[in-house]
């Protein structure tokens, strides 16, 4: 019986040899390297699911998939682009995805160079009504400014990565620096956001409107470039409602940290519901099924998490403190500089539980408040003070996240009391402070950090690409 099974199993494997050419041959077909965007395109348009596209490091222009490309982008399967070797990638100055299906793009270099024509929310890489993209362990590469004016010049311009319309779009392991606004999704279901950085953003880290079924998870916010322009509204993460018909829903905000460090200081989790705090809606609008839990914030904005009218609200887990850089002098006692729950009072089926912050909302009839701890920086003598709760809060490196982490027998020191991230033990060598410059194309970079005063300033251009974070 065993020497017929051989015979057949021989047999089928020479019947696939003789149809396909081999299996050799079909791992080929499913695999391929290339060389130029000419041979990108070629082997995309014989495409047809399941193939995984090598491209030898270079320059490749700008990748444009759409009905003008004449071939079919809707791929049944995941087809895959990547950089055959990641410690030389595959650079794209472009990108612009339409009605594009099942697309894998690993381990690329989206560059993105200024021109002073250019709009400061000028979209250089896009995806618009698409469906299970995927863009994973990638460098979204900035520019900044230059002679456009005094509070422009030097600081991030145009908008690292724009989704319009995008279902089941997964961003992941991804880095942002040197752009106005990170990444901007507007409309769309089931996009997952998970463990990008973004630094030296401008304005905004992550904006969102009218989208649903998001999680945004582990992402790394920290060393925002801030402009002296009192226009700007810097936010890590932003919703809104502003100009929509539908809210957004089913959002999950876990496990991110957003620290200012040596930058400066912004809102964090930032969801104004502008539709209806300006009568211009009603219940229809509330953002709805919110779970905002494990997330880490040391900023120098009253803004820590604040959410607007909503329908089904969890802020768990949470852990708000304020950066020292601004808390020197009279800002000590200013409230607007100290990270803050936020919630309007309108908003119905409520559970706060388990946070440490500086401070909460007044709870309203019908919500849920239980487990919530004071933390401060101001008094000594009151319960909550920072020497009594973190390793080194008032002194450390605010670049450092092990300065903030909760004192072993601490009050903080119980798994259902603020973010997971700071209990003793918790692994944060990911979070640690370390020199980085990716090209900033030869201009001296001034980095103000907020009120604190301080100022920061290197000569940029002088040193290769670092690699990409772990």
Not at 4 to 18: D, E, K, P, V
Not at 443 to 464: E, W
Request: glycine share 12%.
């Amino acid at each position: 019986m065993r020497l017929y099974r051989l015979i057949a199993i021989s047999l089928c494997w020479l019947g696939l040899a003789f149809a396909g050419g081999g299996v050799g041959q079909a791992q080929s077909r499913a695999s391929q390297t290339v060389a130029s965007s000419e041979a990108l395109y070629a082997a995309l348009a014989q495409a047809r699911g399941g193939e995984t596209i090598l491209l030898v490091g270079g320059d490749y222009g700008k990748l444009l998939l759409a009905a003008s490309t004449k071939f079919n982008i809707t791929f049944a399967a995941p087809v895959t682009i990547a950089s055959a070797d990641p410690g030389n990638p595959a650079v794209f100055s472009g990108l612009d995805l339409r009605d594009a299906e099942n697309l894998i793009l690993d381990g690329l270099v989206f560059d993105y160079t200024f021109r002073p024509d250019h709009p400061i929310y000028l979209r250089p890489f896009q995806i618009v009504n698409s469906t299970r993209i995927t863009l994973r362990n990638s460098t979204f590469d900035g520019d900044l400014a230059r002679g456009v004016s005094d509070v422009a010049d030097g600081l991030g311009w145009a908008f690292g990565l724009a989704l319009q319309g995008v279902s089941e779009a997964v961003i992941e392991n991804n880095e942002f620096f040197d752009f106005f606004r990170g990444l901007v999704v507007g409309g769309g279901s089931g996009t997952v956001v998970r463990g990008n950085e973004m630094h030296a953003i401008r304005m905004d880290g992550m904006n969102f409107a009218h989208v649903h079924d998001i999680l945004i998870e582990g992402n790394y916010f920290h060393d925002f470039n801030r402009s002296k322009n009192p226009g700007d509204h810097s936010d890590m993460i932003q919703f809104w409602t502003n100009g929509g018909t539908r809210p957004s829903t089913g959002i999950t905000i876990r496990g991110n940290v957003l620290m200012a460090g040596a930058g400066g200081s912004t809102q964090s989790i930032f969801m104004r519901n502008d539709m209806v705090d300006r009568g211009l809606a009603g219940r229809e609008m509330f953002y709805r099924d919110v779970l905002i839990e494990d997330n880490v914030i040391i900023n120098g904005h009253v803004h820590g998490i604040t959410l607007g009218e909503s329908d089904g609200v969890i802020i768990r887990r949470n852990t708000l403190l304020r950066n020292q850089s601004f808390a020197k002098g009279a800002a000590r006692q200013k409230k607007v500089t100290i990270p803050s729950i936020n919630l309007k009072g309108d908003s119905v089926r409520v559970t706060l539980e388990g946070n440490l912050a500086p401070g909460f909302p007044k709870p309203k009839k019908g919500w849920t408040m239980r487990g919530n701890m004071v933390v401060q920086d101001i008094s000594p003598m009151q319960p909550g003070y920072y020497l009594k709760v973190f390793t080194d809060a008032l002194q450390g490196d605010p670049q450092d996240l092990d300065s903030f982490a909760y004192l072993p027998g601490g009050p903080a020191d119980d798994p259902g009391l603020g973010a997971p991230l700071l209990r003793p033990g918790a692994d944060r060598a990911r979070y640690k402070p370390r020199r980085r410059r990716n090209r900033c194309r030869g201009l001296l970079l001034v980095i103000k950090s907020g009120s604190s005063g301080q100022t920061a300033s290197r000569v940029c251009g002088q040193s290769a690409r670092t690699p990409r974070r772990p």
